[in-house]
């Protein structure tokens, strides 16, 4: 399913608030994880699925990657990464992550920050990864993690005071899709286990090189101490797999 809130006006204004939308990847408690998860790009052809803003985009020509492609379904989303990038080597495509062109081994590292949970047909999304990758090529991405996508309400049980007592787990095993809540707008997302996004990785072809469920490090709560429950449950889901 090819979904597009983000050229919604209001959406897109409220998405552009978020805190990792003004302040870019230092802002997002994930960050170190994810970036030391990453190869070496220098020289490399990088291809950015979901780029929003084109924040990884930016980082991976930082790192002299030799050129870089952010494709991205909303119209708005590009048009604020095109204002931030002034750089020739970053071309942005619209695109749904499910149908992105390409050339058969055309890229050397494949990335994806918190995309992945909106796409339907995971297992066809793989296979199409791993066919523009070249031999000894990179698949890294993030996604919520199942323990976070399996209730819809995606938020925390509350004592009569509105303590957080605890994350609500069930449904686990139920996969599909979930009708969700996302800065005060329904959207759809897919829950599947641990397992099913490994063996959907595995059945595409590809190694697995390391698995991560990351907490924002001492350095991310010192400077936003409103993360501090983040470390009680497992919100992201990190993979490295390799051609």
Request: proline content about 5%; hydrophobic content about 40%; aromatic content about 12%.
């Amino acid at each position: 399913m090819k979904q597009n809130k983000y050229d919604d006006p209001g959406f897109f204004a409220s998405y552009s608030q978020m805190l990792r939308s003004v302040e870019g990847l230092q802002a997002a408690g994930e960050w170190e994880v994810f970036r030391n998860m990453l190869p070496a790009l220098e020289g490399k052809r990088v291809l950015d699925l979901g780029c929003g803003f084109g924040w990884h985009c930016r980082y991976a020509r930082e790192q002299r990657a030799a050129a870089v492609t952010g494709v991205d379904l909303s119209a708005r989303m590009l048009e604020r990464a095109a204002a931030l990038t002034n750089d020739p080597a970053i071309v942005y495509r619209l695109e749904p992550i499910e149908a992105f062109t390409y050339t058969r081994e055309e890229y050397d590292v494949v990335i994806s920050s918190l995309a992945f949970h909106y796409i339907a047909d995971i297992t066809t999304l793989f296979r199409r990864i791993y066919d523009c990758l070249k031999p000894g090529g990179s698949l890294i991405f993030s996604a919520e993690h199942p323990v976070f996508t399996a209730l819809p309400a995606q938020d925390w049980y509350y004592d009569q005071h509105g303590n957080r007592l605890h994350w609500p787990l069930d449904n686990y095993q139920d996969q599909g899709i979930r009708h969700t809540s996302f800065l005060d707008n329904e959207v759809i997302k897919y829950h599947r286990t641990v397992a099913a996004w490994l063996n959907a990785l595995i059945d595409a072809g590809f190694s697995i090189r390391e698995v991560a469920e990351p907490t924002p490090s001492a350095a991310v709560l010192e400077k936003y101490p409103e993360m501090k429950d983040e470390k009680r449950r497992p919100i992201f889901l990190m993979l490295a797999v390799c051609k």
